[in-house]
């Protein structure tokens, strides 16, 4: 496949890595299972801390995902074999964790703005009075 095509396909598939593991470890969705191994991961031995912890933080749990989408779509980046599906998998993770540091970003400015607004609208609604 030629390096393009590849390029084109990391792009693509980080995008449902990135959308899966920003849903399971931040959105309201999975609170319950979260919140579940937010819990778990506070107690009990290493490895039960350390299983736990990776459904709730969306780098770790993106590197799962990221496997699973180069097992179904059979991603190999650059090169062939083993090492190309060790290439797509690491690729696969950091531009989906650039998405979701985008997402994170564009989410806290509207946030932002909200409150300005909601700020501005007590101001506006006190001076009427």
């Given amino acids: 496949m030629p ?4 390029a084109a396909w990391l792009f693509l598939l980080a995008i449902p890595v990135a959308c899966i593991a920003w849903t399971v470890t931040h959105e309201e969705v999975f609170r319950e299972p979260r919140t579940y191994c937010e819990r778990q991961a506070r107690r009990g031995s290493l ?7 990776l459904f709730t933080c969306e780098y770790c749990f993106s590197h799962y995902v990221a496997i699973a989408v180069v097992w179904m779509a059979d991603f ?5 074999g083993w ?13 989906a964790n650039l998405y979701m ?4 970003h564009a989410k806290l400015s509207i946030q932002g703005e909200r409150v300005d ?3 501005k609208e007590e101001e506006l609604e006190e001076n009427e009075r």
């Fill in 3 to 6: 390096l393009g095509t590849q």
């Fill in 117 to 119: 607004i909601e700020l």
């Fill in 47 to 53: 490895v039960r801390r350390k299983f736990f912890y």
């Fill in 76 to 80: 190999q980046l650059v090169l062939t």
């Fill in 101 to 104: 540091g985008i997402h994170a």
């Fill in 83 to 95: 090492r190309g599906y060790l290439i797509a998998w690491f690729a696969l993770v950091w531009i």
